[in-house]
């Protein structure tokens, strides 16, 4: 793993030797850019938030077909986030039991907490933030703590689910492109973006 550093690591739950999300916790160490797909049998609430605490930016179930497994590697190499459809319901649903957050949505975000959220969906580290940004991981921690707050959740992972159940991945390119509320907004369409606004003369 630490010589190859693949662009996409595709994982089970159970695994020979060490689980699955034991192995996802060791690749975001050793190769922070590389996105990890978890394709299993199992749906339980512990599983899928600990592969997305540990940094999987896809989950996928074996009842899935060969070709929608093909897919979702392929969006998961563009740094997109991909859930089985029984996968997206649940968050969904932790969300309306307030297990992972309570507040909605996204607009009191600012642009730069707004960008550094929607990198995290795509499964980087903050070491890989911090490179992608230009920015020092002091500043990134405190952005965190900032989103944090604003979606009243606790833990990196709350903040992830949050983004993964509201598209926010599809933000990440439009930090300048708007307020946050405009870039939720745009998050709902799959690749239209509003054109720029004209700059005053």
């Known amino acids: 793993m630490g010589q190859l550093r693949p662009d996409v690591l595709v994982l089970d ?3 020979p030797e060490v689980s699955g999300i034991e192995v996802a916790r060791r690749a975001g160490e050793i190769s922070p850019r590389t996105r990890i797909l978890a394709i299993s049998a199992y749906d339980d609430d512990e599983y899928v938030l600990a592969l997305m605490q540990a940094g999987a930016i896809g989950y996928m179930l074996k009842t899935a077909s060969s070709s929608q497994l093909v897919d979702a590697a392929e969006r ?27 507040r909605e949505p996204a607009e009191g ?33 405190g952005h965190f703590r900032g989103i944090y707050s604003k979606l ?47 700059s005053k003369q």
């Open 76 to 102: 998961v190499a563009k740094r997109e986030s991909v859930l089985s459809p029984e996968i997206a319901r649940k968050v969904a649903r932790l969300w309306t039991r307030g297990k992972i957050g309570t």
């Open 152 to 198: 009243g959740v606790s833990s990196r992972v709350e903040a992830v689910l949050f983004g993964l159940s509201h598209d926010l991945a599809t933000a990440r390119k439009g930090e300048d492109q708007g307020s946050a509320g405009q870039l939720v907004s745009n998050s709902s369409r799959t690749a239209h973006h509003d054109p720029p606004a004209r």
């Open 13 to 15: 739950i159970r695994m």
């Open 109 to 141: 975000l600012t642009r730069r907490e707004l960008r550094i959220l929607a990198l995290a969906v795509t499964g980087l580290r903050n070491t890989a933030i911090v490179e992608t940004l230009g920015i020092s991981v002091r500043t990134v921690q």
